[in-house]
């Protein structure tokens, strides 16, 4: 209404529409990659932690076939 008979201030009100706008997006767009930062971060330890318990369980695994047949040489 307070526009409707001042152009200038049509335009003024136009813009900061516009603006407004935009940065809300661009707060959206932030968000997102924060976000999509994070979760890749997440991914990366939870890989980490699961490849080291892995190689923990090989090893473990490893060391009882070894004792399972030096068992089995001690009872031929």
Known sequence: MLT???PI???AAKTVVKLTAE???RLQCEARE???KTQND???YYNTKL???DATIAEKDAL?????QKLAE???
Do not use: C, M, R
């Open 9 to 11: 201030i049509n335009e």
């Open 34 to 36: 924060d976000f999509l």
């Open 4 to 6: 409707e008979n001042k």
């Open 74 to 76: 001690k009872n031929n």
């Open 23 to 25: 940065e809300q997006i």
């Open 51 to 53: 490849a080291e318990k």
């Open 42 to 44: 997440v991914h990366y």
């Open 64 to 68: 009882i076939a070894e004792l399972q």
